[in-house]
């Protein structure tokens, strides 16, 4: 759904118009919050000078898309419509089906200007969520989608129970409690509260959902065993894991293609939770993608393709049923840590474009 960025409702248009004053490099977080899992927990980012372009529009580095660039290593795109301008159009691979668009939020308030538009300050949080709201014209006509908050406490004791609150906030950047929030196996109360059980030492991370509304962000709990020397408080992990792709050059043109892909991901302290792999092809000006699942290529849009799971092995391969064929291909490999990060994609690192002739 692309918005006019009209009646407070900046959303899923992201317009990427040009900023009337550019703000000085900041130290931010941007987190994004895809249909079905959380795609970036919390990236802290420095913005910078540097522009950003996007479908032959620039966005400057200070910007809300010069962040978005930098949290997921440009791994977005912007599309252009004659009724409504540029607009955000995929990240990180996802792309919202039908009219569902993402909506930006700004220290948990809705973005009355766009992704370009928007400069940021020091300390600010950025949100981006997949958004449901159908305009008529006015607002929307259903319950737009809105974004939950989480707070709890910084350490306890193990054995212990400790109470949580989950709220929602509205456009104007107001909160109010969340019944029936799911965060830690427990579920809200009508004062949005709920009690968790902390049976075992070490780091904790909640983060609450509900059907309807934007998962809220991921808090770390330290959990210390009685009687133990135990920090108040550990630093949330923050950092997505390393990555390398082996046995391919980026810009590689090849007369023999591979059949087994390889790479390996640095040591994570939240460790590696899932790999997971794109192989996308084209030829002439057909597109295919590799499915896991069936172990085939399979037609598709070009530009478009699902990652699948390979397992949890830091040091990866996947052996493909046969050897590459003629064609244009693009391999990502990217990891989800045990703290919800995500690796961004980056040229010769975790994509490699590569020709089999």
């Known amino acids: 759904m692309k918005l006019k960025l009209s009646a407070g409702l900046a959303a899923g248009l992201i317009a990427i118009s040009a900023a009337p004053a550019l703000a000085a490099p900041a130290n931010v977080t941007v987190r994004v919050e895809g249909a079905a899992s959380t795609l970036v927990d919390s990236a802290a980012v420095a913005t910078t000078a ?19 660039e930098k949290a997921t290593a ?25 009219d569902d668009y993402w909506s ?30 159908h305009f008529d014209g006015v607002g929307c006509s259903n319950a737009p989608v ?17 109470q949580v609150t989950v709220v929602r906030y509205d456009a104007s950047g107001a909160a109010a409690p ?4 799911s965060v830690g196996g427990a579920t809200t109360d009508a004062d949005g509260h709920a009690t968790i059980a902390f049976p075992a030492a070490g780091p904790v991370r ?39 792709l082996a046995g391919l050059n980026d810009h590689a043109v090849l007369k023999t293609g591979p059949r087994e892909l390889r790479g390996s991901f640095g040591a994570d302290p939240s460790g590696i939770k899932a790999v997971k792999l794109r192989l996308t092809k084209r030829l002439g000006s057909k597109c295919w993608y590799f499915s896991g699942r069936s172990e085939t290529f399979r037609g598709t849009h070009c530009g478009k393709g699902p990652y699948f ?19 244009r291909y693009v391999l990502d490999a990217v990891a989800i840590d045990g703290a919800g990060n995500r690796t961004p994609l980056a040229r010769g690192t975790t994509r490699v474009v590569f020709t089999v002739r």
């Open 206 to 244: 909640l983060k609450a959902e509900k059907p309807g509304f934007a998962r809220s962000e991921t808090e770390t709990v330290a959990v210390g065993a009685p009687g133990a020397s135990y920090p108040p408080l550990l630093p949330a992990d923050r950092t997505p894991p390393t990555a390398r």
């Open 104 to 133: 930006l939020w700004i220290n948990h308030k809705l973005s009355s200007v766009g992704a370009c538009a928007a400069e940021l300050q020091e300390g600010d949080s950025v949100l981006f969520f997949v958004d449901t709201c």
């Open 309 to 327: 799971s390979i397992g949890d092995r830091a040091d990866w391969s996947y052996l493909l049923p046969s050897r590459l064929g003629k064609g």
């Open 50 to 68: 540097q522009p950003v372009s996007k479908a032959g529009h620039d966005c400057s580095g200070t910007s809300v898309g010069g962040a978005l």
């Open 74 to 98: 440009g791994s977005w795109t912007a599309g252009w419509d004659p009724n409504y301008g540029h607009f955000v159009q995929g990240i990180m691979g996802e792309t919202p089906s039908g």
């Open 178 to 181: 969340v019944a029936g929030a």
């Open 146 to 162: 809105l974004p939950l908050g989480l707070t709890a406490p910084a350490s306890v004791t193990q054995g212990a129970n400790a």
